[in-house]
């Protein structure tokens, strides 16, 4: 199953063992229990640390919309909490229990569920999208948009739809953790260097490597390192194709094929073609991909009986004639998988979770938004498993969750289904649905990657992301409404704009009037790249290989096309530093190079943390560069 998937994926993952701390015989016997992975001391820091990053991350989205991720702040921040704690109780002549790895882990995981509510619950998006400031921002006068379309934040309301809600995308795909994590290897990037911040912690070897945590350098630039190079060039290719080429093309047919004084967020013009093309080529790739996993899956449990139960490494470690360097890399790799299979998540559990999980939401939501109607919710959770594949596939790949993007798709159409009698709210309101199915089904996965590296078990990773979760639907919500109540929110002179509340309306009015008031060729245009997005894959899985590894990466392609190109230059210069090492000293570069973007990622998300609280102090940066063309004479 492993290397047909893999050559499904076609983007292999081969991590550089240097990069991740070489297990000891003392380690391996001392791997604690899933139980106890998870303690009441860990719970407590996640809970503090949790509230805290739930008012960054509010502050954040309501200002700016953009919001990093901080898995590896949270990584940092657990450790230092728990080692001062400790130490202190040491100089006081208590005894503590010993700081693992496995703890520290449990302690990001279980922060990054509670903040990730706050930065995918809606707070910043379809929730304000749907109140009367938003409503009049608009104009009372714009077709579509009505007055009966309002509903104001609640507290109480908002924290039953965290409950019914936030659980069910843990249950989505739990299931496909090995197939994301061993089979697929699919890098996860912050991830990755998440764990080896905390494996850097809690080793001496790890001490080595302590300058490179603190170069504040860009994320993609470490992640140009760490991902594959075909990957790497995919979104290059991409950014090339959309911002070379296709968008200065659209853009020379502003009065024809969309009106021109439109604005830089309005569907009906330029951007629309980024968002629904961007979308069409991810889907199309994503669900190309998530066909081959079920058909493979399915010939794999056909064959069963008659294969032998063993992994194809086994094979390898038992050719070995002697303990060389290569064998050993194999035995731990071997140790790691077997950690992270032992406590195992039955897949029984998993499907009846989500179906029950959904049962209840369905009965609920409508309660709470009454033109989502029941059918509507269950269409939602319906198509939901495969949205949530594609976009923890995505950020595997490039380290891009794209939850509001998908999240689209799902206001687009149940507007458009509900029609103008409450479409906009029943919109809204499954954007906030999706949204967080696709993005808790993402951050679960990238702490799987996380887990597997430190040696902790898949089971504390998915109890510690419950109690997480359970954490968020309370202090999500209350953070908010501290913010709510003291400011001006969504005000257009004030601090807390709100940028993505306007933009999520005119979607849901746009929504209404359904396909036929997309830009001009916009439809046709999405048809043909989801098109070929599986032509792409499809070529790469039947050509030979030598030439199907040249071959880009569909998914990859899609990120430049909505996000920006910023991000292909990043990556690429990573991928190019690294081209160079490899040419100038190849067993340096597969020793130092996983460590050094991992450096670089940690710098700049240890960064976020202070920058966030400059930011809430609304203290600028003392100088800041533009570079833009000339302005011929």
């Known amino acids: 199953m492993e290397t047909a998937f893999s050559a499904s994926m076609g983007t292999e993952v081969e991590v550089s063992e240097p990069l991740i701390e070489k297990i000891t015989a003392e380690e391996d016997q001392l791997i604690p229990e899933w139980k106890d992975q998870i303690t009441i001391r860990g719970l407590a820091v996640s809970a503090i640390m949790g509230t805290l990053f739930c008012i960054i991350t509010h502050r954040l989205n309501l200002t700016v919309g953009i919001i990093p991720s901080l898995n590896i702040a949270a990584g940092l921040l657990g450790f230092l909490s728990v080692k001062s704690w400790t130490s202190f109780l040491s100089k006081l002549g208590f005894s503590t229990k010993p700081f693992t790895r496995q703890e520290n882990t449990v302690i990001q995981t279980c922060v990054v569920a509670c903040y990730g509510l706050a930065a995918s619950g809606g707070f910043g998006s379809s929730f304000l999208a749907m109140d009367k400031r938003t409503y009049k921002l608009i104009g009372t006068e714009y077709p579509g948009n009505r007055a009966e379309d309002v509903k104001n934040p609640g507290l109480g309301w908002m924290i039953v739809f965290m409950f019914v809600v936030s659980f069910v995308g843990l249950f989505s795909l739990v299931a496909l953790r090995k197939v994301m994590i061993l089979d697929g290897k699919l890098t996860y990037p912050s991830g990755t260097a998440t764990a080896v911040l905390i494996n850097g912690f809690h080793t001496n070897a790890g001490a080595e490597l302590a300058g490179f945590y603190f170069d504040f350098s860009p994320t993609y630039v470490g992640c140009g390192l760490i991902c594959p190079r075909i990957v790497n060039c995919s979104v290059l290719l991409g950014a090339i194709v959309s911002w070379g080429f296709l968008w200065p093309y659209i853009s020379q047919h502003a009065g024809d094929w969309y009106p021109a004084d439109l604005g830089n967020s309005d569907f009906k013009g330029l951007y629309g073609y980024k968002v629904f093309i961007a979308i069409s080529l991810i889907l199309g790739d994503g669900l190309y991909n998530l066909i081959k996993i079920i058909s493979v899956t399915f010939k794999e449990l056909c064959n069963k009986r008659t294969k032998v139960s063993k992994l194809p490494i086994d094979n390898e470690i038992q050719g070995a004639n002697e303990?060389?360097?290569?064998?050993?890399?194999?035995?731990?790799?071997?140790?790691?998988?077997?950690?992270?299979?032992?406590?195992?998540?039955p897949t029984w559990f998993a499907a009846s979770g989500y179906v029950g999980l959904a049962a209840i939401s369905t009965a609920t939501i409508p309660t709470i938004f009454p033109p989502l109607k029941w059918y509507l919710v269950l269409l939602l959770y319906l198509i939901a498993p495969a949205l949530a594949f594609c976009n923890s596939y995505g950020a595997g790949l490039t380290d891009c969750s794209l939850s509001l993007t998908y999240a689209k798709i799902g206001l687009f159409i149940i507007a458009s289904l509900v029609g103008t009698n409450g479409g906009v709210i029943a919109g809204l309101a499954a954007c906030g649905v999706m949204m967080s199915i696709v993005s808790t089904a993402a951050d679960l996965m990238q702490d799987f990657k996380t887990g597997y590296l430190t040696l902790s078990s898949a089971k504390s990773m998915f109890v510690s992301q419950l109690l997480g979760t359970a954490m968020g639907c309370v202090f999500a919500p209350l953070t908010f409404w501290m913010y709510w109540t003291a400011f001006d929110i969504g005000s257009p002179d004030g601090p807390?704009?709100?940028?993505?509340?306007?933009?999520?309306?005119?979607?849901?009015?746009?929504?209404?009037?359904?396909?036929?008031?997309?830009?001009?060729?916009?439809?046709?245009?999405?048809?043909?790249f989801f098109v070929a997005a599986l032509v792409i894959n499809l070529l790469r899985d039947v050509i030979p290989e030598k030439i199907s590894k040249f071959i880009p990466v569909p998914m990859a392609m899609a990120i430049p096309f909505f996000v920006g190109a910023y991000l292909a230059i990043d990556m690429f210069v990573g991928t190019v530093i690294l081209f160079i090492w490899e040419r100038i000293n190849r067993k340096d570069s597969e020793d130092y190079a996983g460590a050094v973007a991992s450096g670089l990622i940690c710098g700049d998300g240890i960064w976020t943390m202070p920058s966030a609280v400059l930011s809430i102090f609304s203290i600028n940066p003392p100088i800041c560069m533009y570079f833009g063309p000339t302005v011929s004479s």
């Open 323 to 345: 303990y060389t360097e290569s064998s050993r890399l194999l035995i731990d790799q071997k140790k790691r998988e077997n950690v992270f299979l032992k406590d195992g998540i």
């Open 496 to 528: 807390y704009k709100a940028p993505y509340a306007v933009i999520l309306r005119e979607m849901a009015i746009l929504g209404i009037e359904g396909f036929s008031e997309l830009p001009k060729h916009c439809l046709a245009l999405c048809c043909g």
